[in-house]
């Protein structure tokens, strides 16, 4: 089990307001945390060196350019001494954003973005054509109802 940072109330603060807007600037965070701007930059240090904050990220709109289609495809493999075999193929398929190893069903679960319907197609032929993958099955998102951030209204002051 990996060790847990203890995060105190200006720890979760600074948080969320970072999980918000990670460009939102240090010493606006520092005036609403009541901290000088220096306890800022060495409490995020920290968080950052604990492997609280794993970075930070500029998040782009698919379909804005170009990727209508967001699926989901549920991955079974033949057997799990070929998952790291599978897993390297697969981080060669761009397409894929998110890969899981997963309970139930299925061993890995893929979410990805295509530009139609036959970029699909193409993406699901190479997956299948994997050595050690035995099926797949593919769930095509209509619309997404929501997306956030883990914590950001669940982290106490």
Do not use: W
């Not at 549920?74 to 193929?89: F, H, Q, V």
């Amino acid at each position: 089990m990996a060790n847990k940072t203890i995060l105190d109330a200006i720890d979760r603060k600074i948080l969320k307001y970072l999980i918000k807007n990670a460009r939102t600037p240090f010493l606006e965070i520092a005036r609403e945390c009541g901290i000088s701007g220096a306890a800022i930059h060495q409490r995020i240090r920290k968080l950052d060196d604990a492997g609280v904050i794993r970075g930070s990220r500029l998040i782009v709109d698919p379909r804005m350019l170009g990727f209508d289609i967001c699926a989901y495809i549920g991955i079974r493999i033949e057997n799990a001494k070929d998952l790291a075999a599978i897993l390297e193929s697969m981080k060669n398929i761009p397409e894929i954003v998110e890969c899981n190893y997963v309970t139930g069903s299925y061993s890995l679960f893929l979410k990805l973005y295509c530009i139609d319907n036959d970029h699909l197609m193409r993406v699901l032929s190479s997956l299948q054509g994997i050595p050690g993958i035995s099926s797949t099955e593919t769930l095509i998102s209509l619309h997404e109802a929501f997306q956030r951030q883990i914590f950001v209204d669940c982290l106490k002051d």
